[in-house]
């Protein structure tokens, strides 16, 4: 029974990654449309659960296990920046040690690609 509610936590985690990535990229679209990010690449890579994106001034890649809820951020802007990150099957994240929804979690990341 344990192993069934373990994958079924790693499949809503997974559609959770997918929702999160497009309103990453919605997010980043809006910030280049109005000038605040400039150049900006995203690669995704869907069967690991990885995402890198690129401006012309930094680099931030997300990593995301949905076995464990766990994943790891690493940001390039003149130095590495590493950070760890969580998601719960029920949309809830802890990103920097603060709780936030989704909505927030993206625009968190997002910001560490324009401050």
């Known amino acids: 029974m344990q192993d069934l509610q373990t994958e079924l936590n790693a499949l809503v985690r997974r559609e959770l990654w997918i929702?999160?990535?497009?309103q990453l990229r919605s997010h980043l679209a809006a910030l280049e449309v109005t000038g605040r990010l400039n150049g900006v690449r995203i690669h995704e890579?869907?069967?690991e659960l990885e995402?890198?994106?690129?401006?012309g001034d930094a680099i931030l890649t997300i990593r995301f296990d949905p076995?464990?809820?766990i994943g790891i951020w690493t940001?390039?802007?003149g130095h590495q920046t590493m950070g760890r990150w969580t998601m719960s099957t029920g949309g809830d994240f802890t990103l920097d040690e603060q709780m936030m929804d989704m909505e927030f979690a993206v625009e968190h990341f997002a910001a560490k690609l324009t401050n």
């Open 19 to 22: 929702s999160m990535m497009s």
């Open 45 to 47: 890579s869907p069967l």
């Open 51 to 55: 995402v890198t994106v690129r401006t």
């Open 67 to 69: 076995e464990s809820g």
């Open 75 to 77: 940001e390039f802007k």
